[in-house]
């Protein structure tokens, strides 16, 4: 039987104000898009609030609504009768257990993270916090001071791995490309917890990457468009916003995909689970044990089975507790459907579908997409195959001269180009390190 804690869903509820916008209050200029709700970007430059990567707004929320999230905690007891805290209200170890949910830290600038709970109830900390043993709770005014005056931005988020992390040159440049790429790891700065790795504003680029850096970390990519992006390890969690027109090939991801936000975009993953908020025209080619999760705003979706290996994916994918089955791909769920329609989301016709090759030389033992294709999809290409050895043996068979062949292999490649430049896959081919600088290394 699943269950959660209360108070900790009363706090995740609570939260999601972070990202409330009033139309009301946008249209006499209170609130976004109004100049004045410009916070500084990732980088400290001013740009318009990004709310969910800026730890700074994060800081700015909990300190703001801090008194409402400990009343929330609060048993009903401990308020007043105009159902308010009172200054003898007390918190119990079980909401503050409840904030570790939002809240951790370290003590003396140790770099080992503790929960909220565990820094409460540490003797040094008792006498700021209000926590009487004899009752087993915390003063709630004396709690909510010693959290004001301790709380400060994350040391390890996001903002903090831009700016101190290990920036990491992945990318091949390519005609078109730009500066403004961003790409940093927090490995060297954060504790024995999972790393964090930052990809932003990539541009027209293909960034291929198979190793330690990437095993267990939690991936943010960010503002990508018209890119390539390999990441071929295994990974903790992967968040996509804000990308358009992207290819996105990522390894055994153990806990959740999450694309926000974005256009035209293909996701190639095996994962635990994959959840979509306010994409358009979006392609996902997934194995997955749990049902993709359509959550609102979403167009044009559509699902098609994993259909690309590597070397390693088999390996991978034990590393994060992933089989081929049960495998719910076509499957989805959507949740909080703003109509009935389920026109939001299709099956990839067996017609339309191509198997994907992964350009990189890598060592290991996957030669073949794990758990096969499903028939339909399967015969599709088996019809392909035939056809494309009928079209060998016609072309064997026709006795054509030395010149001819060569004339009809030339016309054969001005049409290839043709149909490379038509799809946009140009691109694709031309950003790929060459042969002779060592494709292993794009890889690894």
Known sequence: ???????????????????????????????????????????????????????????????????????????????????????????????VCALSFLIEGTTSKSRVVHPLHELALWQPCRGQNGYSKGCEAFSFPKLESWLRASLTTNPFGMTACLKSGKKLAWAQQVEGTTRRAKIACSTCVVPEVSPMVIMSQVYKQTLAKSSDTLVGAHVRIHRCNESFIYLLSPLRSVTIEKCRSSTFVLGPVQT?????????????????????????????????????????????????????????????????????????????????????????????????????????????????TPGGLPHAYQKMLSQREEKVQSWQRTVKEAGLTKDQRKQFQMLVENKFYEWLVQTGNRQQLDSLVPPAVGSEQAAG
């Open 256 to 368: 959740s995909v999450h694309v926000h936000s974005c256009d035209n975009v293909k996701v190639i993953v095996v994962c635990h689970r994959l959840c979509l908020s306010s994409t358009t025209g979006c392609t996902f080619y997934i194995l997955t044990p749990n049902q993709p999760l359509i959550l609102l705003g979403n167009q044009a979706v559509t699902f098609a089975p994993f259909h690309t290996h590597y070397p390693m994916l088999e390996d991978h994918m034990a590393q994060v507790g992933l089989a081929t089955l049960p495998n719910y791909w076509d499957s989805p769920m959507l949740v909080c459907k703003e109509s009935g329609d389920t026109s939001v989301f299709r099956l990839l016709p067996p017609s339309d579908f191509y198997t994907f090759v992964i350009p990189f030389e890598m060592e290991g033992d996957t030669t073949e």
């Open 1 to 95: 039987q699943l269950s959660v804690d209360t108070l900790q869903f009363l706090l995740f509820l609570y939260v999601q104000q972070v990202n409330k916008v009033s139309l009301r209050r946008s249209l006499i200029g209170e609130e976004w898009p109004s100049a004045r709700t410009k916070a500084p970007g990732l980088t400290g430059k001013s740009a318009s609030a990004n709310k969910n990567w800026n730890d700074q707004d994060h800081r700015t929320f909990v300190l703001s609504h801090l008194s409402d999230m400990l009343e929330l905690l609060l048993e009903p007891e401990q308020l007043s009768a105009s159902f308010h805290p009172t200054h003898s209200s007390l918190v119990s170890c079980e909401a």
